[in-house]
């Protein structure tokens, strides 16, 4: 049998990203076979993401990535399942590694990136992830991305620790203003820019519990289109960039809208992503599984 030596292990580690016991095992069983044990590793490895695949991934982090020029520029949203895998640093330098991806080579979806070739690393973004499932026990799965590409304006970016990430395509002002509208957005959570970009069906379900809930009042008939109208306007101030108040205005009233005017600068584009939102996530009761196994082992 061939001698397995400490180097060998360690280049294998390097070159599939898996644990050191693993790579080991593998160089033994392919009897010293560098090529042979790496495509064993690869092979288990996608067997485990594969089997892990069909586990929710509802935590994660979320990452951007900015050119240096400030004028391309992506966010990302990465899954797995427990919020310890997510606190990983191989788990949040992949999503970042992924965000910068996204930026630098603008695949048309999940499906073409995974193929690319993965920033700061060896590999694809798939055969990456996969040789992160294999090392984290976990299921992870890349959920979304925007991507940003400006020729007139600039990019902006905030993070609100890793779980709430926001993307800023914007002109006029400078970088300080960028990020305070980035973490305006972060705490707000404005659905658009302006009216136009809010969906047409929400718009018209305010204004139909608005009249519904004067009628109900006791309100006059003639007055219900005008006291539905005020009711829409308030929710559009509340659900668009521009009409929220600044969370830092001294004031407490200036808009969005206004400071972006005195700063003469204007919004493009936004983007915001929450990770886990929408998702269903399992809710474990503990107690109801200790006390099924309690009851089938009496019986």
């Given at each position: 049998?061939?001698e397995?030596?400490?180097s060998?292990?360690?280049?294998l580690?390097?070159?599939?990203?898996?644990?050191?016991?693993?790579?080991?095992?593998a160089l033994?069983?392919?009897?010293?076979?560098?090529k042979?044990?790496?495509?064993?590793l690869?092979?288990?490895?996608?067997?485990?993401?594969?089997?892990?695949?069909?586990?929710?991934t509802?935590?994660g982090?979320?990452?951007?990535?900015?050119?240096?020029?400030?004028k391309?520029g992506?966010?990302?949203?990465v899954?797995?399942?427990?919020?310890f895998v997510?606190?990983?640093?191989?788990?949040?330098?992949f999503?970042?590694?992924v965000?910068?991806?996204?930026?630098?080579?603008?695949?048309?979806?999940?499906?073409?990136?995974?193929?690319?070739?993965?920033?700061?690393?060896?590999g694809?973004?798939?055969?990456?992830?996969?040789?992160?499932?294999?090392?984290?026990g976990?299921n992870v799965?890349?959920?979304r991305f925007?991507r940003?590409a400006?020729?007139t304006?600039k990019?902006?970016?905030?993070?609100h620790?890793?779980?709430i990430?926001?993307?800023?395509?914007?002109?006029?002002?400078d970088e300080f203003l960028?990020r305070?509208i980035?973490?305006?957005?972060?705490?707000?959570?404005p659905?658009?820019?302006?009216?136009s970009?809010?969906n047409?069906?929400e718009i018209?379900?305010?204004?139909?519990i608005?009249?519904e809930?004067?009628r109900?009042g006791g309100?006059p008939?003639a007055?219900l289109?005008?006291?539905a109208?005020?009711?829409?306007q308030?929710f559009?101030?509340e659900?668009?960039l521009?009409?929220q108040?600044f969370?830092?205005a001294?004031?407490?009233k200036?808009t969005i809208?206004?400071l972006?005017k005195?700063?003469?600068?204007?919004?493009?584009?936004?983007?915001?992503?929450?990770?886990?939102e929408g998702?269903?996530?399992?809710?474990?009761?503990?107690?109801?599984?200790v006390?099924?196994a309690?009851?089938a082992?009496?019986?």
């Open positions: 049998m061939a397995v030596t400490a060998m292990v360690k280049e580690r390097e070159a599939t990203g898996l644990g050191m016991m693993e790579c080991k095992k033994v069983e392919a009897n010293g076979d560098f042979a044990a790496e495509e064993q690869r092979i288990k490895s996608g067997a485990k993401a594969s089997k892990a695949s069909s586990r929710v509802a935590e982090v979320v990452s951007t990535f900015i050119a240096p020029d400030s391309t992506a966010v990302a949203e899954n797995c399942e427990t919020d997510a606190k990983n640093a191989d788990f949040v330098a999503a970042k590694n965000a910068e991806t996204v930026a630098k080579n603008n695949p048309a979806d999940i499906e073409a990136l995974s193929g690319m070739a993965i920033a700061n690393g060896s694809s973004v798939e055969e990456t992830r996969k040789a992160l499932v294999m090392k984290l976990e799965s890349i959920r925007e940003y400006t020729t304006g990019l902006s970016s905030y993070l620790g890793s779980k990430g926001v993307l800023l395509d914007f002109a006029g002002g960028g305070d980035c973490m305006h957005i972060a705490a707000s959570k659905k658009s820019i302006d009216a970009g809010v047409p069906v018209e379900t305010e204004r139909r608005a009249i809930k004067a109900e309100k008939e007055m289109e005008k006291i109208d005020g009711t829409v308030k559009l101030k659900v668009t521009l009409g108040v969370v830092k001294e004031d407490g200036q809208e206004q972006l005195s700063k003469s600068a204007s919004v493009t584009a936004f983007q915001m992503f929450v990770v886990g998702i269903e996530k399992k809710v474990e009761d503990y107690a109801a599984e006390a099924a309690a009851a082992a009496k019986s």
